[in-house]
Structures are given as C-alpha cells and as structure tokens.
C-alpha cells in the first residue's frame, strides 16, 4: 500500500512550483439552454432593463400606454425566465451537486455519505497511476488517511463544469482546495459519473489530473 500521495494525501502539499495546470475543458453547455434552465440572470436582467428602456422611450413619445403593454410583457419573459431555473433541474446541475457531496465526504471521511455516491465498480486513477482497490478498498484508504493520518480543516471547490455525454452517462470537472495544518494545496480532479435505475447518479472513474508539488513519479504502487 503506498502513501497518502497516492490517493488524497497531496492535499497537504503546498502549492505548485510550476504554472498554473488547466486541464482540458468539458464540451460546452448550449447558451440558451444553460440560460433557460440554469442561470436565467443574464438574460432576465437584459429584459428587464429593455423593458425600462422601451417605456421611457415610448413614454416620451406620447405612448406611454403602448410602452406599458411592452414592458410588461418584457417583465413577464424575464419573471419566466427565473421561474424555469427554480422548477427544473438539469442533469448538469444534478452532477455538479453530486460533485459537491462527494468531496466534502472524502475530505472529511464520511464513509456512510461517501458509499453511495460511488458505483460498485468504480476505478480510481491518480495522475496517470491506476488504482487496483476495489471501491470497498477505496473507501479503506480514504477512512485511514483522511479519517486518521490527516484532517482536512476547510476545503472548497471551484471551476465546476458538468457534461452529459449521453443518456445516463456524464462528467464533471472541479478543483478542489484543501488546508491541514495551515498549508493550502488545490489539486483538478475529473469524475465520470453513471445514472442508477432509481435516477441518481453514481461515480464510476475519479481522475486525479493534477495535484500541487505532485508527480507521477512520486505514486509508487
């Protein structure tokens, strides 16, 4: 069994010596689905600032009625708009949250949240070292470093993207920022991810991509 370098334990490295790592991007996300359904801001604010802009015109035209009946419809397409973000749930949305769950309960160890985030048959590889655990092993390792050897005191993510490949398969990828004992260390993880028959989603590969003052040469399994 190798050292915490292998899985998590890099987190508590200091940041990287070299340039900044970014990683290849996810495909893109349609801008008028994405702000439909998951960030309506942009759009409802143009609308509602159009909708101003047409009343005051028309208002000093002497058409203050018609600029009304303008803004208002304005108003309800920008009210729509924000109303279809809240009522539903993209399937991005659902893998960024399901992200989110599954590094807060690797960085604090929490073994009865992390378990059912992950597929039975789920494969761990860590900067190009692939993991033979079986996910009963993975688990171990993570309740004996980061439960044991190391507490992680804060930790954040951003960067977040979310992609559906295809029906019932996605991915994400995130950054992770993690403090133990004062020292700071970020590392980019990607995660791909397998929807269950009860309509959750399950992690089935985790990739470390990049890990600060970390290298391949330092995994030894």
């Given at each position: 069994m190798n050292s915490l370098a292998a899985l998590l334990g890099p987190f508590v490295l200091a940041q990287a010596d070299r340039g900044p790592y970014v990683p290849p991007p996810l495909p893109t996300t349609?801008?008028?689905?994405?702000?439909?359904?998951e960030n309506p801001w942009p759009p409802a604010i143009s609308l509602a600032a159009a909708a101003v802009i047409v009343f005051y015109v028309m208002r000093s035209r002497s058409q203050a009625r018609q600029g009304a009946i303008i803004a208002g419809v304005l108003i309800l397409a920008a009210g729509i708009c924000v109303l279809t973000s809240f009522v539903v749930?993209?399937?991005?949305?659902?893998?960024?949250?399901?992200?989110?769950s599954l590094i807060a309960a690797t960085a604090t160890a929490n073994i009865s949240d992390l378990r059912p985030l992950m597929a039975s048959d789920i494969g761990l590889n860590v900067l190009g070292v692939p993991f033979r655990e079986s996910k009963e092993g993975i688990l171990g390792l993570v309740d004996l470093y980061m439960g044991s050897q190391y507490r992680v005191q804060q930790h954040s993510t951003s960067n977040l993207t979310a992609h559906v490949d295809r029906a019932g398969m996605g991915k994400t990828l995130v950054r992770v920022r993690v403090e133990v004992d004062g020292m700071a260390n970020r590392s980019w993880w990607r995660i791909t991810w397998r929807s269950t028959a009860e309509g959750d989603w399950q992690a089935m590969h985790i990739e470390g991509l990049q890990i600060d003052m970390v290298r391949e040469s330092m995994i030894r399994r």
């Amino acid at each position: 069994m190798n050292s915490l370098a292998a899985l998590l334990g890099p987190f508590v490295l200091a940041q990287a010596d070299r340039g900044p790592y970014v990683p290849p991007p996810l495909p893109t996300t349609p801008i008028l689905e994405r702000w439909l359904l998951e960030n309506p801001w942009p759009p409802a604010i143009s609308l509602a600032a159009a909708a101003v802009i047409v009343f005051y015109v028309m208002r000093s035209r002497s058409q203050a009625r018609q600029g009304a009946i303008i803004a208002g419809v304005l108003i309800l397409a920008a009210g729509i708009c924000v109303l279809t973000s809240f009522v539903v749930t993209t399937d991005r949305e659902k893998l960024a949250d399901r992200t989110r769950s599954l590094i807060a309960a690797t960085a604090t160890a929490n073994i009865s949240d992390l378990r059912p985030l992950m597929a039975s048959d789920i494969g761990l590889n860590v900067l190009g070292v692939p993991f033979r655990e079986s996910k009963e092993g993975i688990l171990g390792l993570v309740d004996l470093y980061m439960g044991s050897q190391y507490r992680v005191q804060q930790h954040s993510t951003s960067n977040l993207t979310a992609h559906v490949d295809r029906a019932g398969m996605g991915k994400t990828l995130v950054r992770v920022r993690v403090e133990v004992d004062g020292m700071a260390n970020r590392s980019w993880w990607r995660i791909t991810w397998r929807s269950t028959a009860e309509g959750d989603w399950q992690a089935m590969h985790i990739e470390g991509l990049q890990i600060d003052m970390v290298r391949e040469s330092m995994i030894r399994r």
